[in-house]
């Protein structure tokens, strides 16, 4: 193991021994280090709300950006937290959860559930919740620094989720899981290694995931949305309904849908999207160039 592996190693398992509040504490340290820095992160972060909230004043949109850059950095050190403690400690920080029967009538109907989880709040509580409620299934990609992969691993598999591997495998092992009427969970708002078009997003084009439309189509399963909303003393778990637009024929019909669904749980916590993320990297004539560093 090299010394870049060794130190990430040693930086997560300290702060997985820290109380949740600490790991919070901590995060907004280095969320503040970033925006003083000037980060990349907040450079995206603010081209991505001037594009998606045009309207906005542009002071409150500057806020917004600075206040996502925190809360991203206190989902980093949150999940260490959450990773490397017990369940039951994890557990007792959900202080409340919202909605919850749209999961529960899937399940008791046998048809599967699909659950998109948008880069919202901590998506990785709300997944390892998910699996307290029934035989779970997701996708898994190994970290770059391979040191790193058996603690996140065994840190989502805590609560038993099957991670499969995103290839082809992974999504026959997502398929074979819906028709057997169990739970898969799935995040839709990165740009897709394994097929997409481009659907409307805060009313941009956006490069779309078909992932969650093929699996609707072939297994007939419900779609709910959620995501860990970060309150005060820990997490509110948040459930919210699909349109059931999402559940068309059309692919186009059902991205658009799908889309519109981020944008609601987005809707509930604005501060705690991932903005920093380069959403419209991609753009229907080509390669988009609203990222460049030279651009004002």
């Known amino acids: 193991m090299d010394i870049k592996s060794r130190l990430a190693v040693a930086a997560l398992k300290l702060v997985g021994r820290l109380p949740l509040r600490w790991s919070r504490r901590l995060g907004r340290l280095f969320g503040r280090l970033a925006i003083l820095s000037r980060s990349d992160s907040l450079r995206v972060s603010r081209i991505n709300l001037q594009l998606c909230y045009p309207a906005m004043d542009p002071d409150q949109r500057e806020q917004l950006a600075r206040n996502s850059v925190l809360h991203t950095a206190m989902t980093g050190f949150e999940v260490a937290t959450i990773w490397r403690q017990p369940w039951s400690r994890s557990e007792d920080h959900i202080v409340r959860v919202r909605n919850q029967q749209l999961l529960c009538d899937g399940v008791e109907e046998g048809r599967g559930v699909l659950v998109l989880m948008p880069h919202t709040g901590n998506w990785e509580i709300f997944g390892m919740y998910l699996a307290t409620l029934g035989p779970s299934t997701a996708l898994y990609a190994p970290p770059k620094i391979a040191a790193l992969d058996p603690i996140i691993r065994s840190g989502r598999e805590a609560t038993g989720t099957n991670m499969v591997p995103t290839n082809v495998h992974g999504v026959r092992a997502l398929l074979k899981a819906l028709k057997a009427g169990n739970i898969v969970m799935v995040l839709p708002d990165q740009e897709p290694d394994m097929g997409g078009d481009f659907a409307p ?86 390669k988009s160039r609203i990222y460049q560093k030279n651009r004002r």
């Not at 637009?245 to 849908?257: C, G, N, R, T, W």
């Not at 609601?264 to 920093?276: F, K, N, R, V």
């Open 201 to 286: 997003f805060f009313g941009r084009p956006a490069l779309t995931m078909t992932l969650a439309y093929n699996l609707l189509q072939r297994t007939g399963c419900r779609c709910v949305f959620g995501f860990g909303k970060r309150v005060e003393g820990g997490f509110e778990l948040v459930f919210l309904p699909a349109e059931q637009a999402i559940y068309s024929d059309e692919q186009k019909v059902s991205l658009a849908a799908m889309n519109r669904g981020v944008e609601a749980c987005i809707a509930e916590a604005p501060e705690q999207y991932q903005w920093e993320y380069k959403r419209f990297r991609k753009h229907p004539e080509g």
